[in-house]
């Protein structure tokens, strides 16, 4: 049985793409998760993915990491930290399908950076079962739900500012305070 979303059911057909600074892991002000020692998962996640992760196919995280390109942390430094988020679910029974990031600068235009949709595409390569209109886009900034909207996937935004929320409407489905609360209201 599924979660009822409007005239949808979220379920094993679905798949959930996450963005990772602000919904999974607290995201430094005005900086960068640099070593896997700065990496602190934002309270409750792992038990929240857990939660997710039985009620989706794929969790995947999709993330923009320009401090690759401005030379702040190497690709190396971000697959430690990614080791450590991965290794750390895994003492919930929680897991992340794949992570697929984007090392490019906000100004390169990269088809890979979100807004843009690589990423997805990527994805969908991997796992050719994936169908965006049954994809659920978890994200803390606009250009999240961007990524989401541009391949019809419902979006979930991560935010406790109202006037965010109402300005950007039209690119947003749900809103949440954090990832437990979206996968707190799919509980059955």
């Not at 039985?54 to 401005?70: L, R």
Request: proline share 3%.
């Amino acid at each position: 049985m599924g979660i009822k979303k409007g005239l949808s059911v979220f379920d094993k057909e679905w798949t959930l793409f996450l963005d990772r600074d602000g919904v999974i892991n607290d995201r430094p002000y005005n900086d960068y998760v640099k070593n896997a020692d700065e990496f602190v998962f934002i309270e409750e996640t792992p038990r929240a993915i857990h939660l997710l992760n039985s009620i989706f196919k794929y969790t995947f995280v999709v993330t923009n990491q320009q401090g690759i390109g401005k030379g702040i942390l190497s690709v190396n430094d971000l697959n430690l930290i990614h080791k450590k988020m991965t290794d750390e679910l895994e003492i919930f029974s929680a897991k992340i399908d794949e992570v697929f990031f984007c090392p490019d600068l906000a100004n390169a235009f990269s088809f890979f950076r979100k807004p843009n949709v690589g990423m997805a595409l990527t994805a969908k390569k991997k796992y050719p079962d994936i169908i965006f209109k049954k994809s659920v886009m978890v994200g803390d900034a606009i250009s999240d739900m961007q990524f989401g909207k541009r391949l019809g996937m419902t979006t979930v935004f991560i935010s406790n500012n109202l006037n965010e929320v109402r300005k950007n409407c039209k690119l947003i489905d749900y809103s949440f305070i954090n990832l437990n609360a979206f996968a707190s209201c799919l509980k059955v």
